[in-house]
């Protein structure tokens, strides 16, 4: 039977693990902190945390002290596999008192010498975030005060596990972001250009881009786009498809021709995922420009002289969505001297409380044939009254007079 253990010591090891100074430390130093104090705590010789790939469905040493080695070689486990595996699987502590290969896939375990075994799921309400484990290199048998230590020991991991996971997939998704979206627009003959992004959401990133990039025809090809949901996820799909477009935009001197060759890429490689994509191409006199809407809200148009409208641009399905429909379609948009095309994704006119009209209405009431970098500013100035929760990218692209 394994010694009771008294008021006081109970005491201290609850100190010990929730101790106000670790919350003041970098995650990987907490964790590190974690496992040491609970090697002394619990007289263990080894720790380990390994936290959950959710894509992989795998289990990744992230954190040991005595079984360095496995953090080091990156090592893994399924779900369901192993002792690990079985921690992960069942969600419940799991001990073993004598350990054998046929219980631990673990090489690092065995080669250490490790007897006994007590694991533990990491938690955050419902989601698993992982397992924290500890061992010990003689005979022992773990009991119920061992388990609530060790489970005292996971919340404070779970919430680090939290914390290192989300600043893992911002600084990912940002710098993707970063790579992706123009950090400048390139300078382009006989027209103005002018962008802006906005995130919606906590993550700082989604799905919508803008894109510009001369043809060797002497075109000018305008995307914008909008990919649902938001996220490292969605960024990553964004990032595929802009590659994508820009390839197929070489091949095809029309933007519906580009949008089904890009809408066949999306049904068989990003399934299930629904895009929105507005393509244009504006002639080398920049008098016109040729769109193409795959599911995209229609440009306004402004011509000095007269009030903006939404380009006559029919909207055809978006992309990834099967439909029995015709071929996409291209429209001419003619462009005099001074017009002005402003492209933008559904952020900008959606709002919980009113339907899209109005906000298209309010966006045809402050748009003007001025210059792309004020108008810009205009319409991003009207968004601050009601927030958007949703992502924004706007794109003007202005004639010169």
Known sequence: ?????????????????????????????????????????????????????????????????????????????????????RVAETRRPVRITDVTPDEVVNPFLLEKGVRSLLGVPVLAGRDLLGVLHIGSLTRR?????????????ADRAAVAGRIRSAKLDRAAALALQRSLLPTRLPRVPGVELAARYVPGHATGIGGDWYDVFPLPSGWLGVVIGDVSGHGLASAVVMGRIRSALRAYALICDDPAEALTLLDRKVMHFEAGSLTTALYAMVSPGRDR???????????????????????????????????????????????????????Y???????????????????????????????????????????????????AVRRRD
């Open 1 to 85: 039977m394994p010694p009771r253990i008294n008021d006081d010591e109970r005491l201290r090891r609850l100190e010990a693990v929730t101790d106000a100074t670790l919350s003041r430390l970098e995650t990987s130093d907490l964790l590190d902190e974690l496992l040491d104090r609970v090697c002394d705590l619990l007289d263990v010789d080894t720790a380990a945390i390994l936290l959950m790939d959710p894509h992989a469905q795998q289990l990744v040493a992230t954190a040991a002290k005595g079984l360095e080695e496995e953090v080091r070689a990156g090592f893994r486990v399924a779900v369901g596999s192993g002792f690990a595996g």
């Open 141 to 153: 048998e773990f009991g119920d005060d061992d388990v609530k230590l060790l489970e005292l020991v």
């Open 289 to 343: 420009a040729v769109v193409s809407t795959a599911g995209h809200l229609r440009p306004v148009l402004a011509v000095p002289g007269r009030p903006p409208v939404l380009a006559a641009v029919p909207v055809d399905p978006p992309l990834g969505v099967a439909h029995p429909g015709g071929p996409r379609r291209s429209t001419a948009v003619p462009m005099p001297p001074g017009a002005l095309l402003l492209c």
């Open 345 to 395: 994704t559904d952020g900008l006119v959606e709002r919980r409380a009113q339907v899209i009209d109005e906000g298209l209405d309010r966006l045809l009431s402050i748009v003007r044939a001025d210059a792309a970098e004020e108008v810009c500013a205009t319409v991003m100035a009207d968004t601050i009254a009601d927030p958007p929760t949703d992502d924004v990218a706007v794109l």
